[in-house]
């Protein structure tokens, strides 16, 4: 899954608001819809089947396994969600400034539209990219149990993953 020419189609689309392509916020909000499908239908093409709990390589608990069916970017294609919390970084970022231009423009319906790609793209990057949100907040404040049983569990599988990639190695070597 590529993530990079999401980029410069939300750029080159904040370029045309503000060349004076009055219904950019229009395409814009359709460029997102169509992120955001692509990104989760992406998701759950790589959604791991068939793994049973406490059995080799990993040995997942149900919890951890959980976790890896419901962010399975995160952990089948890591290069590939850091890509799409950017995108989606990126997007956030020229929505801002695409509602403020509305704004100037006196456009408040289509501004408030616009305005919606922010907290939309905030719950994407979180669904994407959960560990690196969950230490972002985990650093300024402490987390909820929740939030904290989270992060401990998508820890856990990392250091299981690393380890059954060390084992492999040591075989093969």
Known sequence: MFALPFHAVSVGLLVAGFSGFSA????????????????????WAK?????????????LTARELQVVKRHSIYFTAPFSALQFAAS????????????????????????????????????LSAFVNPANLLRYHQARRPLRAEGQALLDTIESVERKH????????????
């Open 24 to 43: 950019f916020w229009a395409w814009y909000l359709g460029y997102f819809g169509l992120f955001a499908c692509w990104m989760l239908l992406g998701s």
């Open 47 to 59: 959604r791991p089947n068939g793994i049973v709990p406490d059995t080799p390589p990993l040995y």
């Open 162 to 173: 690393a380890d059954a990639l060390a084992r492999r190695e040591a075989n093969v070597a």
């Open 88 to 123: 989606i970084s990126v997007m956030q970022l020229c929505a801002a400034a695409g509602a403020a231009l509305l704004l100037m423009r006196h456009e408040w319906l289509a501004a408030a539209a616009l305005a919606l790609v922010y907290p939309l793209g905030a719950s």
